[in-house]
């Protein structure tokens, strides 16, 4: 079993900074991939940004160039720089692993609110 626990949401004008993190406890997740969600008010969760053991990673068009996903294995803990925030930015952020079928482990979300 895996426990994830998101931190580091808030209210935030927009074109702040947030800095996401999403530390695991149960196993080591150093050899998973790991990855970051969100879910607006009234949408679909959609898929935000994820990182393989080895550190390759991918984000979502709609982040490219504003966010950038990290882990530090050490710590068990994988993060989401969050530049230059959108309104459209406003959702709740998950994180998850990757447990080789699908992403078996969630964490409970934290909230990000971006106002103008």
């Known amino acids: 079993q895996v426990q994830l626990v998101e931190s580091g949401g808030g209210l935030v004008q927009a074109g702040a900074s947030l800095r996401l993190s999403c530390a695991a406890s149960?196993?080591?997740?150093?050899?998973?991939?790991m990855g970051w969600f969100r879910q607006a008010p009234g949408k679909e969760r959609e898929f935000v940004a994820r990182?393989?053991?080895?550190?390759?990673?991918n984000v979502a068009d709609s982040v490219k160039g504003r966010f950038i996903i990290s882990r530090d294995n050490a710590k068990n803990t994988m993060y989401l720089q969050m530049n230059s925030l959108k309104l459209e930015d406003t959702a709740v952020y998950y994180c998850?692993?990757?447990?080789?079928?699908?992403?078996?482990?969630w964490g409970q979300g934290t909230q990000v609110t971006v106002s103008s």
């Open positions: 990182i393989r053991w080895n550190g390759e990673a």
């Open positions: 998850a692993v990757h447990t080789g079928y699908n992403y078996g482990y």
């Open positions: 149960g196993r080591t997740v150093t050899s998973d991939t």
